[in-house]
């Protein structure tokens, strides 16, 4: 069976810059651990980068979300540095200038993985709309989310977003 770990934007910016929040702390830990899981089982982990320039607040997003996060080339885009110490450099990373990623869901489709597992941040923007592309890229292939390894900034959002990917079919792992 091939599985995949999609670490989704474990950024600086999401933890402890400009759009940082609590939850998002207690995440690092854990999805660091799955990591290394997946390292150790030898199989896939890719990562998505959200992926910004200047002129991101002139942007539909920007006008919605008008923080400056995630530039290019800031220490915010960067991946926070305890999951930064466990990424591959081999492996892939997709950067993507809105939610979800396309180029993901291409590379999903072409891989053809038996199970597809998230983690990351935020759970009620980036990982529900990745969520839907791996289900879009492999209707036959497990999608999971660990609940644990997943935050919001919002405690209501997040629990909403677990319900929604569970209508869709994804698999939701450790949910308290």
Do not use: W
Request: glycine share 4%; hydrophobic share 40%; aromatic share 6%.
């Amino acid at each position: 069976m091939s599985k995949v770990l999609i670490v989704v934007d474990m950024q600086n910016d999401f933890i402890d810059g400009a759009l940082g929040f609590d939850d998002a702390h207690l995440v690092v830990p854990v999805v660091r651990k799955k990591i290394q899981e997946y390292h150790e089982q030898k199989d896939d982990v890719v990562y998505t980068l959200d992926t910004h320039d200047d002129k991101y607040l002139k942007t539909e997003e920007g006008k919605h979300l008008p923080v400056k996060h995630c530039v290019k080339g800031t220490k915010g885009h960067a991946l926070h540095p305890e999951i930064a110490e466990v990424k591959k450099a081999d492996e892939r990373v997709f950067e993507k200038n809105t939610f979800p990623s396309m180029n993901l869901g291409d590379y999903l489709q072409e891989k053809r993985y038996d199970n597809v597992e998230l983690v990351g941040l935020v759970s009620n923007i980036c990982v529900i709309a990745n969520a839907v592309i791996a289900k879009a890229a492999l209707p036959d292939a497990s999608i999971e989310v660990d609940a644990q390894a997943t935050a919001s900034f919002d405690s209501a959002l997040h629990q909403k977003a677990l319900d929604v990917m569970e209508g869709m079919h994804v698999v939701i792992k450790n949910r308290s």
